[in-house]
């Protein structure tokens, strides 16, 4: 069993992109990260990459719309460490692709809804007891100014004309679920906190890995700085039922 004044790290969807920058920041300062993935082989090449670099890591199984396997992670977890310190719900998915809202199909939306919105929710709730054996503890979860409702009805907002219903309604919803467990856990000592990385040059959406960088889009570092920090505030810093990115606070 892991020494007690380690900081467990669970971040989901970690074996690339923001989730493996994160999986780097933090364990750059330590943390002993465990890297979420669905991919054996792709989880555990990063988990490689981490341990030449010096740093603390371990692989662990999970898709977050398989129940069974976030059992499963939970009792490994258990069993390997005792208690989880930090949970980043990373894992996430952009299905729809700019449809309108009146056209865009339910399954496609419910897609989203399952990985960003449901999955985050069962990961969750599965992992808060082993958070509860290392108080005090975090949430961060990665949502998206995408799923800001102030943006997309300010009519000066450049977020005003796009129409991504499913990814932008499940980022809402995954603010919502920041917004009332953060109220919830508040005397458990578990802060919960949304953040939003920003438009980030990853595979995220289909975006082929071999296109260049558009202009305005941040390299993977700053997209996962903000996530970082957050995971990095003092084990006892009170921050909860925040929505922040790299610039400061965002509108709900
Ligand atoms: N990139 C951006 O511009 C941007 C902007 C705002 C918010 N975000 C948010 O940032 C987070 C990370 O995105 P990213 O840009 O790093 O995207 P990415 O490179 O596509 O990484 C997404 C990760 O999520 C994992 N994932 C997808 N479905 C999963 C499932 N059912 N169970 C477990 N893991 C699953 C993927 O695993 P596989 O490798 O197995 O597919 C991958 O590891 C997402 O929540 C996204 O919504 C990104």
Redesign the pocket.
Known sequence: MADKKETITLI????????FATAQGLGKIGQHVLI????AK?GQAAVDKLQKQGYKAALIM?????QELIKQAVAEIEQKFGYLSILIN?????LDHHESAADLSTDTIRQDF???FF?MIDVTQAMIPLLKKDLPAKIVN?????GSLTFASDPESRFYKVSSLG?QAS?ASVNFFTINLSKELADSNITVNSV??????????GRPMSMPKIPG?QD?EE?AAQVIKMASLPRDDKTTGTFTENAGKLPW
Request: negative net charge; aromatic residues 6%.
């Open positions: 989901t969807g970690a074996d690339k992109g923001i989730g979420g993935a669905r991919d792709r999970i898709d977050v719309t398989d990373n894992a996430g998915v952009a399952d990985v960003n999955g990665l949502s998206s100014n995408m990814y980022k939003n990385p920003g438009w980030t040059a990853t595979g995220f959406g889009m993977v997209g």
